[in-house]
């Protein structure tokens, strides 16, 4: 569940500096701090399943890169808003050209959220919009309990994916399909 710490707002270079003066796993929600509770195995386990499987895919056609949890990107300077998804894509055409010693100041293609039994149904819904609004052309928000993938378009309808189904790329990440029973596969 994400906590708020603090009352006061922070900007995004604020929040840099104090990222790098605590230990403490946090994001930055319309100038507020929100720290979050450390993953358990499932989501982590689930969450290394989804690197593995779409890193493969996205390496072996030079598509573009991959980004492990807890890569900052930076949403919006005003209301400052600094999210950290369990997963995310970026093309080669939206990738820039050098990586640089901040938080990422690009905005991802794909982003995946993998549920954890602290996180609330509110909580993730507003990470999803703030996805989209960003620009995020597909958000997956991986349930471990449920064994789904929900995929959230702007302007679309959700879909839902079960194990038995195949999740698709569709146009953003074009050419990939696994089985959602991949994900969780012991």
């Known amino acids: 569940m994400a906590v708020a710490t603090e009352k006061r707002t922070y900007t ?3 929040f840099w500096e104090l990222c790098h003066q605590t230990d403490k796993r946090l994001e930055l929600v319309r100038g507020e701090l929100r720290e979050l509770a450390p993953a358990n195995e499932e989501h982590g386990y689930v969450t290394g399943q989804l690197f593995l499987v779409v890193t493969q895919f996205v390496k072996q056609r030079q598509l573009g890169f991959t980004f492990a949890a807890e890569t900052g990107f930076v949403l919006s300077e005003e209301p400052a808003t600094v999210r950290a998804p369990d997963f995310a894509y970026v093309s080669r055409d939206h990738a820039p050209e050098r990586w640089s010693r901040h938080f990422a100041r690009f905005i991802p293609d794909v982003v995946a959220e993998v549920i954890s ?5 509110g909580e ?9 609004e960003a620009g995020v ?5 991986v349930d471990p309990v449920a064994r789904t993938v929900a995929v ?3 302007g679309a309808a959700v879909r839902v994916y079960g194990e ?3 999740l698709s790329g569709e146009d953003v990440l074009p050419g990939f ?3 959602v029973s991949e994900i969780f596969a012991r």
Not at 117 to 121: A, H, L
Not at 137 to 141: D, I, T
Request: hydrophobic share 35%; charged share 30%.
């Open 152 to 154: 959230h378009r702007p």
């Open 177 to 179: 399909a696994c089985k």
């Open 137 to 141: 052309r597909v958000v997956w928000v």
């Open 124 to 132: 993730v819904a507003q990470k999803v919009q703030d996805w989209l």
């Open 164 to 166: 038995e189904d195949t």
């Open 12 to 14: 995004v270079d604020e």
């Open 117 to 121: 039994p602290s996180d609330t149904y």
